[in-house]
Every structure is written in C-alpha cells, then in structure tokens.
Nanobody, 117 residues
Framework: VQLQASGGGLVQAGGSLRLSCAASGRTVSSYAMGWFRQAPGKEREFVALISWNVGNTYYADFVKGRFTASRDNAKNTVYLQMNSLKPEDTAVYYC???????????WGQGTQVTISS
C-alpha cells in the first residue's frame, strides 16, 4: 500500500484547508484510514479515522466540530477538511492505512500545515 498525502499549506487562524490522501494497492485487509499529526517537539497524535466501507468516522476531542473526514472509494482517496484552524493545529499531518486487525501498517509522507496567528 502506498499513500500520498497532499494539501498542506500556510493559512491564517480561522481559515480552512483540505488534506487529501491517495491510497494505492489497498487489499481486503484494508479497514480504514487514519489521520495523525506531529507538532515540533511533541509526540505524534491521533486526529481522525474513517472506515472505507460505510464511512464511519472517529475524531480526537480537540478537532470535533472543526475537522471532517471523508472518503471517495472510487478514487481510493480520503480527505480531511479542516475548518476554524488554530495556531495549535500547526503540525505535519500524516495519513495511515489501518488494517482490520487495528494496526497502522503504512504511512504517508506527511504534509505540513502551518497556522499563523
């Protein structure tokens, strides 16, 4: 499985960005795609998850109501719409392939999101 993340950039606080993650080589073990982020000097943290089949979504508390995960199965692509962005959302955002066993076994290269105050 190969993941290609894109869509990061520099926006002002209160602005929006949409991240994309294109997946190639998905298998029957593919369950979902997760979004994570890592800010400088901090550990990587979970942001959101969306299942491929029915589109069930799960979010970290700090993004609920602001971020929305979606997917396009025909394009094997997942999205993370990020609204009302805050400076503390600044981080490198990664997408990750989740298996039915609950493991994240493949990771995208990351895309930088920078929010200016």
């Amino acid at each position: 499985v190969q993941l290609q993340a894109s869509g990061g950039g520099l926006v002002q606080a209160g602005g929006s960005l949409r991240l994309s993650c294109a997946a190639s080589g998905r298998t029957v073990s593919s369950y979902a795609m997760g979004w994570f982020r890592q800010a400088p000097g901090k550990e990587r943290e979970f942001v959101a998850l969306i299942s491929w089949n029915v589109g069930n979504t799960y979010y970290a508390d700090f993004v609920k109501g602001r971020f929305t995960a979606s997917r396009d199965n025909a394009k094997n692509t997942v999205y993370l719409q990020m609204n009302s962005l805050k400076p503390e959302d600044t981080a490198v955002y990664y997408c990750a392939h989740a298996t039915m066993a609950g493991q994240y076994d493949y990771w995208g290269q990351g895309t930088q999101v920078t929010i200016s105050s």
